[in-house]
């Protein structure tokens, strides 16, 4: 994966966004390459979901969206994820996605809930009472304050304690053995007050919370109290632990940071959506959220568009636009990030239509993925269980892809039944039922939706077409080639044209006609400077499918014949061939189609 994000940078794909402020966690900007690319895939999607069928029209929605809109959906009660936090370093973590771990766990607490002794500590109590006025805790410093009181009191003769843990703790220790060499009298008579001085210092000297780590399999005791210590150090200057104890063993766990064994907050709901404020204040009425999906408005607008279409079910309405989520953890490069682009359909149908659907949808999104050149066997279909789809969907498929971090969702396909639109027609007061013709009766139509991630798909071209291969280089060496192998009708350039001298103005004026010839048909990317081998790889690195040379043969100055020929290379075969210049269009146009 890093040789990937690396070529994305270097060669003008995506970049981070805000890099230079030090980066937007979980937002990317495309460059150059990267918006071609993209914009081919959304023109490839919109052509077959909407200009190549009868039963498809498109929209356009706005990213703010009313909060009505979003109650009745059910996002803001319950768009949300569990989310736990590392009580060592706070980082936050999806519960969900914590791998299941196994080892021994230790636990921590603070010495001063474990010493002094108990007879020190009644007398500790009572001497302490009167700093303890409700509320105040006594800290590590106080007690050690305390302890030198006695000390002085009694002449026990007790040294000062360094800083040193092992120096505060010999000193309590010394301070319980002393107190048991009083005479019993004045044991007595400091510990009169012990019961209510007891249940003061209990208040005020809460016990500290243990602390617990998991060591993995390999791993010392000695790693787990540094991570307790580092717990602690956040809280007191010079925490002094006691411990492990009762260390247990413990296995498929999610409740333990995976990267540093610290334990990990019980999970809290939190919920995805992204706020801002419309107008001159920033109050709970002026509220709207950035769309978390693009369907709802597609929801919301379907009667305006049944009646301006005059659609018959089923039928479709398609939207290519941006979401935003507040993923708690954006992760594995574009994969997961809080502003995205969806394509989605939403495809309104009779009841009994829907099951029927959602398998002709899925079959159809299979193949569109085939078309743009991701292969069936990288690709699976995940049935969502019973328990983990949402309560109104009939039927979920995850078409799922083998990214280099692991097989992951690209696209969902749901039958979400009439829940959307019933939702929508309950909140608001406004009939959204269709009206049949034929039977003349009245209903709210289901629903199918094929949901596609634009930033996932992507993603997923670039790993597909990632690879690395052997090319002899200019003086026929061997060398390590990349090239991205998008498919033609993906690829953010289709040809290069060069002249083979960049100092021969025939060569050079011949090659940039060469240019205006195509350039009404594709993208063409022109380069004169470098090694003709050198400008070869350059393009191969960015998946440019073919090349085109202006030679001296272009030129007729060996062979008549040969006049107004130049070489075609083909980026994966390295083949070359020798075609009409006037013929270029209508071959690559061929080739791409
Ligand atoms: N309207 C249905 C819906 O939004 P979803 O499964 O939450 O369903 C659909 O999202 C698709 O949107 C996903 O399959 C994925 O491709 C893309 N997607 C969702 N969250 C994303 C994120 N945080 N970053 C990038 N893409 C995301």
Redesign the pocket.
Known sequence: MEKIVSLCKRRGFIFQSSEIYGGLNGAWDYGPLGVELKRNLKNCWWRVMVHERDDVVGMDGAILTHPEVLKASGHVEGFSDPMVDCRLTGKRFRADQIPLQSGMVYSFRLVRDAIPPPESFQILAHIAAPYMTAGKKVSTDDAVEIGLLISDRHNLGLEVPTRDPKSVEDFFLNLGDSLKKLPDASIASLGDDFATSYAVSNRTLPQSQAFRVLVQRGETEAKARKVAQSFYRKRLKLPVLVGPFNPTACNDTREFNPENGAELTPPRAFNLMLETHLGAVADEASKVYLR????QSIFVQFKNILEVSRKKLPFGIAQIGK?F?N?IN?RNF?????E?E?M?LEYFCRAEQGMDLLEYWKEERLKFYENIGIPRDKLHVLTVPDDERAFYSKGTY?IEYDFPFGRQ????V?YRTDYDLSQHQKASGKSLEYFDEETKQRFVPHVV?P???V??TVLALICEAYSEDQAPDEKAKMETRIVLRFHPRVAPVKCGVFPLLKNNSQLVAKAKEIVSLLRPHMTVFYDESGAIGRRYRRQDEIGTPFGVTVDFETLGEKDAARRNTVTLRDRDSMKQERVAIQDLPAILRDRLA
């Open positions: 978390p999906e693009t369907a979401a989520r993923e954006p574009t994969f997961r990030s809080r995205f969806q989605e995850d969702e690209l696209e969902g749901a939706e949901s596609a991630g930033d996932r």
